[in-house]
Each structure stands twice: as C-alpha cells, then as structure tokens.
C-alpha cells in the first residue's frame, strides 16, 4: 500500500497525494488491529485443557510398526503427558527451537523411554520450579513420540 500511496502522491501534486497516501495507511492500520483482536493470542491454560488424552505405550508401538501412518494420526496434536524428569537444559538453535529443553523418561512396561519436551523462553519461570526426579505433567504438540514441542506445564510433583 506505501507504495501506491507514494505513485498517487507523485501523480496528483502534493495536497491529493499526500490525503491518499494518509488514507492508505490509516487502512493498513486499522485492518492491522481488528486481525490482531480476531486473532488472539492462546492463554497457557486453555491450550492445556484443550490437550487430548494419550496411552503413550500405544503411540509408541504405533510408530514402531508404521511411522508414516502413526505421523498422520499423532503429528501435531497437543496431548497430556506425565514422565519423570532425567534433565533441564537451554535449548539450542541448532535444534531449531528455542526456549527450555526438558528430557524425561516414560516406563513402558519395563522399558524406559526417552522424551524431550521443549517450553518456550516465556515458560522459564514455570521451567525453573522443576528439579530432576520431578514427575512432570505436561501438554505440548507432538513430533514425534520422542519430541514435543509448543509445551505448557500442567503439574509437577
């Protein structure tokens, strides 16, 4: 929109263009507004109650026998976890995310699994309350049974 504002100011001598160009930037804005108040940003505690329930053990073993059909089913759904807490370390852009990794481990029957969850940087105060050992319960968007990210804490004990 600038920039047809700046053609129209050039075309039509100062005064006209100089309204024009006004009027186009009072639109941007204005649209700029009502998209952010249509588009809210998430509060925490809704995207944790929105989570869906999950036997881990299955996804698990859904992923074993089939990675590309247990992707299609479990990719990028936000589901409640609960696992015990093995390390809390910084994440690292060369992950990709940013924020505050949390590795843990699940019990399957016998077999400890490993998972890393990631909290964004505006969950450190949550992230700082957590001591290895913790059994952390969390929402968060799967990856992969592994990996989870966009995480929220819902309990630590």
Do not use: H
């Amino acid at each position: 929109f600038g920039f047809i504002g700046f053609i129209i100011f050039l075309a039509a001598k100062k005064k006209l263009g100089v309204l024009l160009t006004l009027a186009v930037a009072i639109v941007c804005s204005i649209s700029f507004i009502v998209d952010i108040s249509l588009n809210p940003i998430k509060d925490p505690t809704l995207t944790s109650q929105m989570a869906q329930e999950l036997d881990f053990a299955e996804m698990v073993n859904d992923y074993r026998s089939n990675e590309i059909r247990a992707k299609e089913t479990y990719k990028d759904n936000r589901y409640r976890i609960t696992a015990e807490v093995v390390s809390i370390d910084r994440a690292g852009l060369r992950e990709g995310y940013s924020g505050y990794n949390v590795s843990m481990t699940i019990d399957l029957g016998g077999e400890d699994f490993s998972i890393c969850a990631n909290f964004q940087g505006d969950m450190k105060a949550e992230v700082m309350k957590l001591n290895i050992g913790d059994t952390l319960t969390f929402t968060g968007k799967c990856v992969a049974p592994e990996l989870w990210y966009n995480c929220t804490i819902v309990e630590i004990n």
